[in-house]
Structures are given as structure tokens and as C-alpha cells.
């Protein structure tokens, strides 16, 4: 799942920096998927795919050297002279978190937990102990072993999960994500993932051909929701969304902040859930 924002900084290949209004400052993002794999299809992906990915695999010797780099550069001063950055240069020094997200899905990459040490020996090396590390997944591979024990040494470091859904039915997912990835296979992975672990749910309202989400998806999306937690997972907050740049599909497109606010009004009234707004 995309973060946002431009994930080519010089030259770099595995991270990138942002100033994220979610981080309130300086995040990280580390993009496993440099060659833009992705189990889902989703209508309002950003991903350019229209130009090939570049590598195909995670070097870890240098996403490491990548990351060190950039951690000193921004601590160092230098980021804040850079275009963008230099609007905000208080902000640019200190990275408030470091966060699994890029041009495709983080999780399918076959030694995620590999990457995970990566990224914390280099937190360690640089003594960024205040610094969360954020997964941001669209909840299909969670129930693999290397993915479950990246999740295990995140969650020692801060680690937070912030698991896509984007609907509460098997048609409506496979209408906004176009996944082969079972709708069932994501929900059972987010029931586990919180019952182990505080999760954070991200979704995406919009308008698919001119409609909203109809009442009753998202009654559907709620119950799902409810039914995480009824199995003793823990849903830490919402974050709802909509569309922020132009889609794939020109069909796709976004609501109005009064159309999400409506939303995350239902959800909260129909869970009980803490739900922050992001239109
Ligand atoms: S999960 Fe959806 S939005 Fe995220 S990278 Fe894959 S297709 Fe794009």
C-alpha cells in the first residue's frame, strides 16, 4: 500500500523521505518493491505503472547503506536545503518514523523479516531510538512465516501495522482492489494479525462510477470491523481516507470532506472506533 508523495529521492532505490502529515514530520519510507509488485489492483492506485520497476530484489547490504545515508543526511542539515524540504526545514531533521511502504506490497517480498533487521540494526547503529516503525500492507501476505516474524521484532521497536480495508464484501473488495487474494483470506489475516498485535485500519472511501459506497457496504464494512474485535483483536483507530490524486480509472474518483466526515461518522457510531479523518 502507497504512502504517498514521490518515492524517488536522488538516486536512491529502497527509501525515501517524506513530510508526512500523518508522521507530523520526517518519514522514512522504505520501498520493498522497487519492481512495483502488488497482490492487488486497486482502481485508485498512484503507482505508476505505465514505466517498469527497477530492481527485482531486496540487496540488503544496500538498502541498509541507503538508509544510513539518508538517516545522517536529514540529521546532518542537508535534507532541509533540498526543494520541498526547504519549506519546512524544522521538520526535516529528526525522523519521526521509518515506515514499510512503496510502489507496491511490502509483504510479498520473500525475506521481509530479513528487512526488517536491516532496517533496525541501522536504527540501532544510529541510536534512533524514539523512532516508530510503521508496516503500511494491504493484509494479503500477513499470514506468512517471514512476515509474521518481521512483525514479531517490529513490534519489540514500536512497530505499528496499518492494514488496508477498503471494504465489507467479497464484491465490493474484488470492485475496488481487484485482488485474486481471497476477501476471506484478508479478513482472517487482520482478525489474527490484531489479535497478536494492535492493528490500525486504513481505508479508502471514494465514488466508483459517480456512487459512494452504498448503506449497506458499509454496514458490511462495520460488522467486519465488529467482528475483529468480537474475536479479541484490537482495532487501535481508523483511518479514513479518500482520494487525494488522479486514479487509474478516470471512474474512480473522490468524496467530499463532508461525505467522508459522514462516514467516519457511521463507523464511529456502528463500532465504537476511534476514526481520524484524512480528505
Ligand atoms: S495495495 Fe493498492 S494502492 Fe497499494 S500499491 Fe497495491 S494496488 Fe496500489
Redesign the pocket.
Known amino acids: ?2 504512502q504517498d508523495h514521490t518515492r524517488v529521492f536522488q538516486d536512491l532505490i529502497y527509501v525515501y523521505p517524506v513530510i508526512s502529515r500523518r508522521s507530523r514530520g520526517l518519514s522514512i519510507g522504505v520501498n520493498l518493491n522497487p519492481d512495483k509488485r ?1 497482490n ?3 482502481v ?2 498512484e ?1 505508476d505503472r505505465r514505466t517498469p520497476g527497477r530492481a527485482e530484489s531486496v540487496h540488503l547490504d544496500q538498502l541498509r547503506a541507503e538508509l544510513s545515508w539518508l538517516i545522517r543526511y536529514a540529521q546532518d542539515g542537508g535534507l532541509a536545503t533540498q526543494p520541498k524540504f526547504d519549506q519546512v526545514p524544522e521538520l526535516t531533521r529528526v525522523v519521526r518514523d521509518i515506515a514499510f511502504s512503496g ?3 511490502p509483504t510479498m517480498v520473500p525475506n521481509f523479516d530479513a528487512c526488517v533487521q536491516a532496517v533496525t540494526g541501522v536504527m540501532d547503529e544510529l541510536g534512533l531510538d524514539d523512532a516508530k516503525l510503521v508496516l503500511i500492507t ?1 493484509s494479503a501476505g500477513l499470514d506468512k512465516g517471514t512476515v509474521k516474524r518481521g512483525l514479531e521484532l517490529m513490534s519489540a521497536r514500536k512497530g505499528e501495522f496499518w492494514c ?1 480495508l477498503d471494504a465489507g464484501t467479497e464484491p465490493y473488495y474484488r470492485l475496488v ?1 481487484r485482488s485474486a487474494v481471497r476477501f476471506e483470506r484478508i479478513l482472517a489475516n487482520l482478525r489474527e494479525t490484531a489479535q497478536s498485535h494492535p492493528i490500525v485500519i486504513q481505508s479508502l472511501f471514494l465514488r466508483v462510477h459517480g456512487e459512494p459506497m452504498p448503506a449497506a457496504e458499509l454496514n458490511a464494512y462495520c460488522d467486519r470491523l465488529n467482528e475483529i474485535v468480537q474475536a479479541g483483536g484490537r482495532i487501535r483507530e481508523v483511518h479514513a481516507y479518500t482520494i487525494a490524486r488522479p486514479t487509474p480509472e478516470p471512474w474512480a474518483t473522490k468524496l467530499t470532506a463532508a461525505e467522508l466526515k459522514a462516514i467516519a461518522d457511521a463507523i464511529r457510531e456502528r463500532t465504537g472506533l476511534p476514526v481520524e479523518v484524512f480528505d
Open positions: 500500500m502507497v502488488c492487488f489492483d486497486c485508485y492506485c503507482v510502489d507496491g506490497e494491504d488496508k482492489n
